[in-house]
């Protein structure tokens, strides 16, 4: 059974903020929500982890509501370098399978 | 800095032979991680090391996957009697710290082609 589910791709016009989000409904109560970052022929790149309410870094802000059943990592004014595969991650373990579930990820394509 | 580095970048191999990839991580990276992944998917993890010691190999799809690290530094993952599903890009990670909060350094991965 997944521990996250993304939607398969979404489009954006350069200059706009670009919401993506992330469903988790059997979050547990140790684990933390990570986002990686993934452009063709390279290995992804972590972008931020929260475990609640708010956290912003220089790059991106992520969301996570009260009940944690879903997070939304938030790009603002996305240029076409943000084209990418983005990947929602959740666990607590160090390791392990279920820990680390990249899934197909969410392919962001910015159009100029 | 330096990154995390994988060798070869690019490997083609008839069926059946043996491989073996190679990882550097991060100097000083406790935590080794080493993924495989096909066309269109996320990475799958394979195992993961904490310095020398392989303590989740629970990803290895068979047997023929082994992977080492003797001495908490250099990894190798290695395939023998190689099949045409083994075909993928195998991706090595690394991280400071052994909690989950670390955040998983990758490299750019080595591409396998099984002929």
């Known amino acids: 059974l997944a521990k996250t589910t993304q939607p398969i791709s979404m489009d954006s016009y350069e200059g706009q903020e670009v919401n993506i989000t992330c469903s988790h409904n059997?979050?547990?109560?140790?684990?933390?929500i990570t986002w990686y970052q993934q452009f063709p022929s390279q290995g992804p790149r972590f972008i931020i982890q929260g475990y609640k309410t708010k956290v912003t870094n220089e790059v991106a802000s992520l969301f996570i509501p009260a009940d944690r059943k879903s997070s939304t990592l938030s790009l603002p004014r996305v240029s076409l370098s943000d084209t990418a595969v983005y990947y929602c991650?959740?666990?607590?373990?160090?390791?392990?399978?279920?820990?680390?579930?990249f899934g197909t990820g969410t392919r962001l394509t910015v159009i100029p | 800095g330096a990154g995390v580095s994988q060798s070869p970048r690019y490997k083609v191999a008839k069926r059946g032979q043996d491989v073996a990839l190679r990882c550097d991580p991060i100097?000083?990276?406790?935590?080794l991680f080493w993924y495989q992944q096909a066309l269109g998917q996320g990475p799958e993890f394979l195992t993961y090391?904490?310095?020398?010691?392989?303590?989740?190999k629970s990803g290895l799809p068979s047997d023929r996957f082994f992977a080492e690290r003797p001495e908490g530094s250099v990894s190798t993952l290695k395939i023998q009697r190689t099949q045409q599903e083994d075909s993928a890009v195998y991706l090595c990670?690394?991280?400071?710290?052994?909690?989950?909060?670390?955040?998983?350094?990758f490299g750019d991965g080595t591409r396998l082609s099984i002929l």
């Open positions: 100097s000083g990276h406790v935590s």
């Open positions: 059997n979050i547990a109560t140790n684990d933390y």
């Open positions: 991650l959740v666990g607590s373990g160090p390791t392990g399978a279920n820990n680390l579930f």
């Open positions: 090391f904490q310095n020398e010691a392989q303590l989740d």
């Open positions: 990670a690394s991280s400071l710290g052994t909690g989950w909060g670390q955040p998983q350094h």
